[in-house]
């Protein structure tokens, strides 16, 4: 199992710390990175069918998240299905599997976990008037009982929005509300905002890639 878990982190450290042009000329069609003094996490997806198909693609992913006396990765694959779909909105949920690795680096204190684990999740989005475009996320893992919940505006076609995110598990939370600028090209975001968790409050800033 410890082999294993160092193959997985070396997977997701490999990823998160190469440039992220470079993974999107890799196929993904989502990547995020942002870092504050003590924290950081890198969330990478890929479809496994067009985004325009009929049907919500399947979807591969690679995250990692890394805070002051602990860390935590993960690789996973997540089935989708339209539950409801009308008037320019949508609602969709989706379960799948995948493999997680947890260490702390708490001072006199170093357990690690890994594991296979099942994950669910749900989604909406649509449009808000003309000019905006709303998305709201919720997943949960039986790994450490970890969660994710979601909630972002964002203006139609240009790129900006707001996003208010909370993430927990056994022995982490954080809340972070971040601003996405875009940055020029198609896609590209330079992210600003905050992030509230174990350790106090402190800035944050990242890039990200979203072709959705």
């Not at 379960?95 to 749900?122: K, M, N, V």
Request: charged share 15%; aromatic share 8%.
């Amino acid at each position: 199992m410890k082999y294993a878990a160092r193959i997985l982190v070396a997977l997701v450290a490999g990823l998160a710390g190469a440039p992220l042009p470079a993974a999107h000329a890799a196929g993904l069609d989502f990547a995020q990175f942002e870092a504050s003094s003590s924290s950081s996490t890198v969330v990478l997806l890929k479809a496994l069918t067009p985004a325009g198909a009929e049907a919500p693609a399947p979807l591969l992913s690679a995250t990692g998240t890394r805070w002051s006396d602990g860390q935590s990765v993960a690789v996973g694959a997540a089935y989708r299905w339209t539950l409801a779909a009308d008037g320019g909105h949508a609602l969709r949920a989706g379960i799948g599997a995948g493999i997680d690795h947890f260490r702390s680096r708490a001072e006199g204190d170093s357990p690690e976990e890994t594991g296979g684990s099942l994950r669910a999740q749900a989604e909406a989005d649509g449009a808000l008037g003309g000019t905006a475009r709303y998305y709201l996320l919720a997943q949960a893992t039986t790994f450490r009982d970890g969660w994710f919940a979601t909630a972002q505006v964002s203006l139609s076609d240009a790129g900006a929005g707001l996003e208010l995110s909370r993430y927990g598990d056994e022995s982490y939370h954080s809340t972070t509300a971040v601003l996405r600028l875009p940055l020029g090209a198609a896609g590209w975001t330079l992210r600003l905002g905050a992030v509230q968790d174990n350790d106090g409050r402190r800035a944050i800033v990242g890039i990200g890639y979203n072709g959705f």
